[in-house]
């Protein structure tokens, strides 16, 4: 079994079921009555989730006041007891290191969000992390960026560094930060057009640019060996090994809920290169993989056969 280190911002999302029931006097707005709720692991912890269910063993980076309580208290006790997940990142702190995002549903639309951001990991943290990393041995490391406060810019180059002397694949799916450097020497990295744009803005370069020349740009200057950019409805791209440019175009869906689309794509690319399959036929399973996520209401989990 691979062993995969899984370092990000760990996500509760809740969903509300709600009804409207009226509009309210001292509005407009709607009121809400809620028929039900639902608990779904975000964030780093759903790529963490989705890595378990394709098989690998996972030590997700996980910083709370007490592991057990929090994750009965979210009905999600099952993603840690689960037989391949690795406790060996796992931190105790005062406080939950976690956001919650809320979600308001009324027939099956999202109406409203509410979000509570969690504080940032302490940096003297870092170098514990790093310890466990090393001492966990992993095969691939994946960064589950959401930049909110979980990876410093010191931990996410040390580990890299570390990493690429060790022969460990590493994948980032990133957000914007202040220095979108430290991601350099990444193996894959798969921002969104946006952040791919926001990338080049940080590296000096014109804004609005041709993919290929972003995934360029991003293997020459930034040396990522496989830059790939996702490009929501219109599917995903990269370089192939010769340096070609290739674009996999998705069958166009209805969309339902764009929450976890990224998440899908980089968990299938993990998978994947952990089983030696080449980046191009990579881009078509997650597309399948990204396609599959937005047709559905919340993080849903894939299965191998939705893939492959
Ligand atoms: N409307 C859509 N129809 C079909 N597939 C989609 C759609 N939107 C996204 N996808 C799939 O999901 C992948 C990732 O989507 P996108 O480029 O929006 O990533 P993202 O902005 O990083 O998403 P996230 O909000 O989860 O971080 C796309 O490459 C595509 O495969
Ligand atoms: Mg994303």
């Given at each position: 079994m691979k062993?995969?280190?899984?370092?990000?911002?760990?996500?509760?999302?809740?969903?509300?079921?709600?009804?409207?029931?009226?509009?309210?006097?001292?509005?407009?707005?709607?009121?809400?009555?809620?028929?039900?709720?639902?608990?779904?692991?975000?964030?780093?912890?759903?790529?963490?989730?989705?890595?378990?269910?394709f098989g690998f063993e996972v030590a997700p980076l996980v910083v709370l006041h007490d592991h057990q309580t929090f994750f009965k208290k979210y009905r999600?006790?099952?993603?840690?007891?689960?037989?391949?997940?690795?406790?060996?990142?796992?931190?105790?702190?005062d406080s939950d290191i976690v956001s919650i995002k809320h979600r308001f549903t009324s027939l099956d639309k999202i109406i409203a969000r509410w979000d509570i951001d969690s504080v940032a990991i302490p940096d003297h943290y870092d170098d514990l992390i790093i310890s466990a990393v090393f001492e966990f041995k992993p095969d691939l490391i994946v960064f589950s960026d959401y930049n909110k406060g979980s990876l410093s810019d010191f931990l996410i180059k040390s580990v890299l560094s570390y990493a690429s002397i060790s022969n460990i694949i590493t994948l980032v799916d990133p957000k914007p930060r202040a220095d979108l450097g430290v991601y350099r020497?990444?193996?894959?990295?798969?921002?969104?057009?946006?952040?791919?744009?926001?990338?080049?803005?940080?590296?000096?370069?014109?804004?609005?640019?041709?993919?290929?020349?972003?995934?360029?740009?991003?293997?020459?200057?930034?040396?990522?060996?496989?830059p790939v950019i996702t490009l929501g409805s219109q599917g995903i791209c990269c370089l192939n090994e010769f340096g070609d440019f290739v674009h996999s175009p998705v069958l166009?869906?209805?969309?339902?809920?764009?929450?976890?689309?990224?998440?899908?794509?980089?968990?299938?690319?993990?998978?994947?290169?952990?089983?030696?399959?080449?980046?191009?036929?990579?881009?078509?399973y997650a597309n399948k993989a990204g396609g599959a996520v937005v047709g559905h209401l919340g993080n849903y989990c894939l299965s191998l056969e939705d893939i492959l």
């Open positions: 062993k995969v280190v899984l370092l990000g911002d760990g996500m509760i999302d809740v969903y509300h079921r709600c009804e409207v029931t009226r509009i309210a006097p001292e509005g407009p707005f709607p009121v809400l009555n809620e028929l039900s709720s639902d608990y779904m692991l975000g964030g780093s912890f759903n790529v963490a989730r989705q890595l378990l269910t999600l006790s099952s993603f840690r007891e689960a037989q391949n997940y690795s406790k060996s990142l796992e931190f105790l702190f020497g990444a193996d894959v990295i798969t921002p969104n057009l946006i952040e791919a744009n926001l990338l080049m803005k940080s590296l000096g370069y014109l804004q609005n640019l041709d993919c290929s020349t972003i995934l360029a740009i991003l293997r020459d200057d930034l040396q990522i060996k496989r166009q869906k209805d969309l339902f809920d764009v929450t976890g689309a990224g998440d899908a794509v980089i968990s299938t690319l993990c998978y994947c290169l952990a089983n030696d399959i080449s980046l191009v036929d990579a881009l078509a």
